[in-house]
């Protein structure tokens, strides 16, 4: 029986940042399923109810692989544990505790996220907040985005306006890791946490991109999550 691959997207995004990937895997004879939640809700929902919102629209299916890319990485195991999950896979995220509280972003993260709110306490747009980082917005590829106007444009318009208490919530996890999992780097950002994920005897596979590779390299980022998936559903 051939899963269903749900592509999970980071609240800072919308679920569009996966439709390239999406594509390429339906193009390829897969089911997928990209759920937008961002489509449904003026003002994002909490980061505690970002997983219930999800399952309102995920479709039934009897088998199915999570794909969570960037800060969805905490999503996509919360997910796994209430769904007829075979394998997961992270992209691009941190690996999230084996069980207890997970909050939205690294303590770091969010220390840079209060250094740019206003008084009210909202915040820039999320591809906004690397602007004077150089280096950053090319690791992320913000850079290679921006090279197209009018893709960015539509881009930015879409990303959600968020509060900085947003990420002081959390995420209370159920332990999730017995259920198979992998991992896909495409950007330096996130070599600690593929040293992670090996050291949890995980499969591993890193390419060389940048943070938005499932946007700006779907093919690529497509057949890796298939590889992945085919070694974990050998396990």
Do not use: C
């Not at 796994?80 to 993260?109: C, F, K, M, N, W």
């Not at 938005?212 to 999550?225: S, V």
């Amino acid at each position: 029986m051939s899963p269903d691959f749900v592509l999970v997207a980071g609240p800072l995004v919308r679920a569009s940042s996966w439709e390239p990937t999406a594509k390429h895997l339906r193009e390829a004879g897969w089911r997928v399923q990209v759920p937008d939640i961002l489509a449904y809700h003026a003002v994002p929902p909490a980061w505690r109810a970002w997983t219930r919102s999800l399952l309102d629209h995920i479709a039934p299916a009897d088998e199915l692989v999570v794909v969570g890319h960037s800060s969805a990485s905490v999503l996509a195991a919360d997910l796994a544990i209430r769904l007829p999950t075979r394998s997961l896979i992270i992209v691009d995220g941190e690996v999230p505790p084996s069980q207890g509280p997970a909050s939205p972003v690294r303590p770091a993260l969010r220390d840079r996220i209060q250094s740019l709110a206003e008084p009210d306490g909202s915040l820039p747009v999320w591809s906004k907040w690397f602007s004077s980082d150089a280096e950053r917005t090319s690791l992320v590829g913000l850079d290679i985005l921006a090279s197209d106007p009018p893709a960015f444009a539509q881009f930015e318009n879409e990303l959600p306006k968020m509060q900085v208490d947003w990420f002081d919530d959390t995420i209370e996890l159920a332990s999730w890791d017995h259920i198979p999992a992998g991992f896909i780097q495409t950007s330096r950002i996130y070599d600690h946490a593929a040293a992670e994920a090996q050291r949890r005897g995980w499969p591993v596979t890193r390419l060389q991109g940048t943070h938005l590779h499932p946007t700006l390299r779907p093919a690529e980022t497509g057949d890796a999550i298939l590889s992945i998936s085919r070694r974990l559903a050998a396990i």
